[in-house]
């Protein structure tokens, strides 16, 4: 009885095997869906960047030598140059959004000045320099796989020196460290694994400062206190690694 039925299947799966490779001879041949590559944004970055910014500078003269007077303008002035520095953050991807955070310090070299107005302290010239610049931003930006599109905002900083030339010799002098805030927007484009390359412009609301000079000619005394109004304008090229995960793909 056994014997039978192992005969009977074994003719029965005889029958059928043709006919399933008959079926899938005439089945055609399909490759599996290519997989399309995503660039990951997510993951902490650091980077260098440089390139160039304008402060514009306006300066009132409000006391003399300690004592008020009527608000005197001086006049303004672009103190312009370059700057090289660079960031480090951390991104956050969601589909296609990125959110991230960001801090970023420069050195810079701007410079600029004019004639103080005849009202003043003409032929006294007012000279504004700025040697560093710092950010610290969040972002918010939407990828389209490798390119990155984003904006930011937060927090600001330079650090300022003033002088008063009379004869090219300094004649009164203050510095500060000045707060202020920051928003901008920028491209980046992502070129290998992790390697992204990317423009930035930014725009610093300084505000304005009451700044005490002193004059070291007149052994250090008190000669005039501005108020300077401060705003700057900064456009960089950045290079950013990340140290997120690999690309990853979808279908």
């Known amino acids: 009885m056994k014997k039978a039925l192992l005969v009977g299947v074994s003719l029965a799966a005889m029958g059928i095997a043709p006919a399933v490779a008959a079926d899938l001879a005439a089945r055609p041949y399909t490759k599996a869906p290519a997989l399309a590559p995503v660039y990951n944004w997510g993951g902490f970055y650091i980077g260098i960047n440089g390139g160039g910014a304008s402060s514009h500078n306006c300066w009132d003269t409000t006391a003399i030598a300690g004592v008020a007077v009527p608000v005197t303008r001086e006049g303004c002035h672009d103190a312009t140059g370059g700057l090289v520095g660079g960031q480090i953050g951390y991104r956050w991807q969601a589909a296609s959004w990125v959110f991230g955070v960001e801090a970023q310090g420069d050195w810079a070299d701007l410079k600029?000045?004019?004639?103080?107005?005849?009202?003043?302290?003409?032929?006294?010239?007012?000279?504004?320099?700025?040697?560093?610049?710092g950010l610290f931003t969040g972002q918010v930006g939407y990828a389209w796989n490798n390119v990155l599109w984003y904006v930011k905002g937060g927090a600001a900083v330079t650090n300022n020196k003033y002088n008063g030339l009379s004869g090219g010799v300094v004649f009164d002098q203050a510095s500060e460290t000045r707060w202020g805030g920051a928003v901008g927007t920028g491209i980046e484009i992502g070129f290998a694994p992790g390697w992204s390359v990317g423009v930035e412009y930014n725009h610093l609301f300084m505000g304005s400062s009451s700044i005490n000079f002193n004059s070291p000619v007149l052994l250090g005394i008190n000669t005039r206190t501005d108020s300077i109004k401060q705003d700057v304008d900064m456009g960089t090229v950045r290079v950013n690694y990340t140290f997120g995960g690999p690309v990853v793909a979808r279908y």
């Open 112 to 133: 600029g000045s004019n004639v103080s107005s005849p009202a003043a302290f003409a032929p006294l010239v007012n000279q504004t320099k700025i040697d560093a610049i």
